[in-house]
């Protein structure tokens, strides 16, 4: 079996043996990528459809943690973390989430079997499998209806809004291996973590309330991948990532403000609906279409230490103390950790790659097609593939104008014709 593992808003550079003692040995004895990405912008809900489906967002559809839908709500966008939200934009969509075929999908159509569990929002769960191809369980809810029904039947029901990260993780942890995994016997399980993403947004990075919950998480996985191994002795392959990096917030900005400027700089009185903001994007209707081009917001960066010492600020609409989603490599370089009978034996990688790359990979391995992905199957982790420091890559850049003397440079990185975005930073002209 293969499982997956997605450890929420986990940096690399935070995997350390002081921390994370367990993974950092396994980390050591696989296959550890320093290279991996996210896709960008580097927000939850645009990574869980990546690595569902393997295709960065311009195929899947999903372009930010909230999406504009006019059809849904003329007047403003609608939050990818409410599972009724994302059934409503598929309901005006003829009943389609996503643009392209997910790893649920083509695994059922070869005959194989996935599970989807996840400790976050219900609309992240629900994005690693919206047809449903297979059970699918968040604390919140589960889908199909039968399979919300066994998991209510077993425990009593669904956990609510108090309940913490913890007993959440809990939650689906049980689901997956006293029911999903003896119902089902899956050839894949994925299993999304919002931690240690919740403590990182409210308390910051590396502070003490952070780092505990590092260690709580290496200590659950520790348990997880332990007791699966009972179950397939010698045949369980993981693939541990994250969905993106993190930054402390040095500079909290008001889209309020940003969009009351923008708006005194028009000649015309724009209606309601014709400016809308959604997660990192403007979206644009009516008057406005004649003033405006559509944009794509990302926070100004830095490499400089927060007060605990860890480098990456930013600045952010966001009101937490840390938060993600911006285009700085603090945000795009996520967490990519495999071992199993399937992979090398330790190698560590610096060959770009990304969450793109986990579908096809895991199609590879259970000898499945894979066309029409972005993504990649990542040979040099596996056993028996090349050696990663051979694989030949290509760096890159685009600069362009961004206005008042200043150039903004996009710097991608390039490997077997497929192309990771680095960095976006902005210079002088």
């Known amino acids: 079996?293969?499982?997956?593992?997605?450890?929420?808003?986990?940096?690399?550079?935070?995997?350390?043996?002081?921390?994370?003692?367990?993974?950092s040995r396994m980390a050591a004895g696989g296959a550890f990528c320093t290279?991996?990405?996210?896709?960008?912008?580097?927000?939850?809900?645009?990574?869980?459809?990546?690595?569902?489906?393997?295709?960065?967002p311009g195929r899947h559809g999903i372009v930010g943690n909230e999406l504009y839908a006019r059809a849904v709500d003329p007047l403003k966008a609608v939050s990818c973390a409410d599972h009724r939200a994302l059934q409503a934009v598929a309901a005006s969509e003829g009943d389609r989430l996503l643009s392209v075929p997910t790893l649920g999908e083509r695994l059922r159509a070869a005959g194989k079997r996935m599970v989807a569990l996840g400790s976050g929002s219900p609309g992240t769960t629900f994005l690693l499998d919206p047809t449903q191809a297979g059970p699918v369980v968040n604390w919140a809810a589960a889908w199909p209806e039968a399979t919300q029904e066994e998991v209510v039947r077993r425990w009593g029901g669904m956990l609510d809004e108090s309940s913490s990260s913890a007993e959440r993780t809990e939650f689906v942890t049980r689901a997956l291996t006293e029911y999903l995994l003896p119902a089902e016997q899956p050839d894949?399980?994925?299993?999304?973590?919002t931690e240690p993403d919740h403590a990182q947004h409210h308390a910051g990075l590396g502070v003490p309330e952070a780092l505990e919950m590092l260690g709580w998480v290496d200590r659950?996985?520790?348990?997880?991948?332990?007791?699966?191994?009972?179950?397939?002795?010698?045949?369980?392959?993981?693939?541990?990532?994250?969905?993106?990096?993190?930054?402390?917030?040095?500079?909290?900005?008001?889209?309020?403000?940003?969009?009351?400027?923008?708006?005194?700089?028009?000649?015309?009185?724009?209606?309601?609906?014709?400016?809308?903001?959604?997660?990192?994007?403007?979206?644009?209707?009516?008057?406005?279409?004649?003033?405006?081009?559509?944009?794509?917001?990302?926070?100004?960066?830095?490499?400089?230490?927060?007060a605990a010492g860890v480098p990456g600020l930013t600045q952010s609409h966001s009101g937490n103390v840390a938060s993600h989603g911006m285009a700085s490599p603090f945000d795009v370089n996520n967490t990519l950790v495999a071992w199993g009978p399937s992979f090398q034996e330790g190698v560590t990688s610096g060959v770009p790659c990304g969450i793109v790359d986990i579908a096809p990979t895991v199609l590879h391995l259970l000898g499945v097609p894979a066309e029409g992905l972005d993504g990649r199957v990542l040979e040099e982790l596996l056993r028996n593939g090349p050696n990663p420091a051979d694989a030949p890559v290509v760096r890159t850049h685009r600069r362009g104008r961004l206005g008042a003397g200043r150039d903004q440079i996009a710097e991608y990185s390039e490997v077997s014709g497929h192309r990771y975005l680095d960095r976006v930073t902005v210079v002088e002209a």
């Open 1 to 23: 079996m293969i499982l997956i593992v997605v450890l929420d808003g986990l940096r690399p550079d935070l995997l350390t043996p002081r921390q994370m003692p367990w993974l």
């Open 35 to 56: 290279a991996s990405h996210a896709t960008f912008p580097t927000a939850t809900r645009i990574n869980s459809s990546s690595l569902t489906t393997g295709c960065q």
């Open 188 to 193: 894949v399980a994925v299993i999304w973590v």
């Open 220 to 306: 659950w996985l520790e348990g997880l991948v332990g007791r699966l191994e009972v179950e397939y002795p010698g045949a369980l392959d993981c693939m541990i990532t994250s969905d993106h990096g993190f930054s402390t917030i040095s500079h909290h900005v008001s889209l309020r403000e940003e969009r009351e400027a923008l708006e005194a700089t028009l000649p015309v009185a724009l209606e309601p609906g014709d400016l809308v903001f959604a997660g990192n994007g403007l979206y644009l209707n009516g008057q406005a279409l004649e003033y405006l081009p559509e944009i794509r917001v990302s926070g100004a960066w830095s490499a400089e230490p927060n």
